[in-house]
């Protein structure tokens, strides 16, 4: 029975251990789930505090940077041209603006 119940006690301890590693792993997710939520809020606050102050940014678009048609089937954030008064040629395409796209933006404001 000896060998048996070494066994048992063997396996309990093997399940605290995993229960022990397993709440480390959760801490660490929620850890890293709350970091990665003060990265975005900053960015989401700085961004448009940036948008907010640039003149590039018109009708929902940065007038800064133009790009042809085919870059909107390339970049996901890249729509035709809809700025009142744009003064590139025909047919051409902006990137969209967001709190996101403005934070990391080259343009010192």
Excluded: W
């Excluded at 309990?12 to 660490?28: A, D, G, I, M, S």
């Excluded at 744009?86 to 934070?103: K, M, P």
């Amino acid at each position: 029975m000896k060998g048996k119940d070494n066994m048992n006690i063997e396996k309990v301890k093997e399940l605290e251990e995993l229960e022990k590693r397993v709440k480390l792993l959760e801490k660490h997710g929620f850890e890293d789930s709350l970091t990665l939520l003060e990265i975005l809020s900053n960015i989401t606050f700085f961004g448009n505090l940036k948008m907010e102050k640039c003149k590039y940014a018109r009708d929902g678009q940065c007038g800064r940077f133009f790009l042809k048609l085919d870059a909107a089937k390339k970049i996901p954030i890249v729509t035709k041209c809809r700025i009142n008064g744009c003064n590139d040629e025909l047919d051409h395409c902006h990137l969209e603006l967001s709190n996101v796209s403005c934070a990391f933006c080259p343009e010192k404001t």
